[in-house]
């Protein structure tokens, strides 16, 4: 039987418990989800590429059929080397259509039989970015709910590195 392979891309600075809810909801659909940390992305992240792919393997390691991983250049050239059949994003609220709607149109260009499919987290995680969990953290307030332990610690070690 074919193994049906989905990539789950994005920056995951860091992963948060919206990225884990899509994660786990991917995996009713696929039987391998490979989250990859986007390595050429122009945004300037504040955890480096390795942490956050150790952050995201860490948490991911006690899920079936989920691996943690990077990947250079374009994400649909790593689909295919992957032997995916499709891409995953979330989708939150509609302010992120407009930019996913036009990605996967670009994406289905550039590699036609690569698939992107949209998934919606639980609602109590619609409000939740990695920009508002490092902003709520970096003002010194409480994201143990917005984030695994693992990331709370590691978010709260990176402040006080960043402040020496
Ligand atoms: P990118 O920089 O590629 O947008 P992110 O790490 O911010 O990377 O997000 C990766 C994917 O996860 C995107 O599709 C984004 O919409 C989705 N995502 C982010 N936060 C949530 C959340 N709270 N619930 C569901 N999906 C989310």
Redesign the pocket.
């Known amino acids: 039987m074919d193994m049906r392979t989905v990539i789950?891309?994005?920056?995951?600075?860091p992963?948060?418990?919206?990225?884990l809810?899509?994660i786990k909801r991917a995996t009713k659909l696929f039987d391998r989800v490979i989250v990859a940390v986007?390595e050429s992305?122009s945004?300037k992240p504040f955890f480096t590429l390795a942490e956050r792919k150790r952050m995201l393997a860490g948490v991911v390691k006690d899920i079936p059929n989920v691996t943690a991983t990077s990947f250079p250049g374009l994400l649909v050239d790593f689909a295919a080397k992957k032997k995916a059949c499709a891409i995953?994003?979330?989708?939150?609220v509609v302010s992120?259509f407009e930019f996913?709607f036009q990605m996967a149109l670009m994406n289905r260009r550039l590699k036609e039989r690569i698939e992107t499919v949209?998934?919606?987290?639980r609602g109590k995680?619609?409000?939740?970015?990695?920009?508002l969990v490092k902003e709520v953290a970096r003002l010194g307030g409480e994201v143990s709910t917005f984030v695994p332990d693992s990331v709370e610690r590691a978010l709260r070690k990176k402040l006080r590195a960043k402040r020496r």
């Open positions: 789950y891309p994005g920056s995951f600075d992963l948060t418990n919206g990225h809810d899509v986007a992305s945004k995953i994003r979330g989708l939150r992120d996913e949209f998934m919606m987290p995680y619609i409000y939740l970015s990695s920009s």
